[in-house]
């Protein structure tokens, strides 16, 4: 069983993958609603995957996933967002992104890119 960390300020996205992960993939799912939260999660549990959006209240995803990889955790990180531009894609892939998701989306989607991440598949946008 995997460690998915899903950071995201809406409570019903927060709950509705959590919900469907366990129940799908049978994985564990922690749920945190800002960046810092999620920092200190991160510093103090190991996590196989983290599902994060790109909009926090506290700290843009962008920024998160870069203080992330500056904590040289090698975890798979899966940005999902309604907020996508291209510069963002290539900003956040450039930094070791394994998988943009659009929201609104497919609960499929994400349980593809928690199977391809904890596989190690090559890193893709939906």
């Known amino acids: 069983m995997m460690n998915i960390l899903v950071i995201d300020d809406e409570e019903l996205i927060c709950w509705s993958l959590k919900r469907s992960i366990e129940k799908h993939a049978g994985h564990y799912v922690s749920c945190v609603y800002n960046g810092n939260d999620a920092l200190e999660k991160i510093n103090k549990d190991q996590y196989d995957v983290i599902i994060t959006d790109l909009r926090l209240p506290d700290i843009n995803g962008a920024d998160l996933v870069r203080k992330i990889k500056e904590l040289n955790i090698d975890t798979p ?40 991440a904890v596989e190690g598949s090559f890193p893709s946008a939906v």
């Open 77 to 116: 990180v899966i940005v999902v967002s309604a907020y996508f531009s291209q510069n963002t894609v290539n900003d956040i892939t450039s930094q070791g992104v394994f998988r943009c998701i659009n929201k609104p989306f497919q609960i499929e989607d994400v349980l593809s890119g928690v199977r391809e």
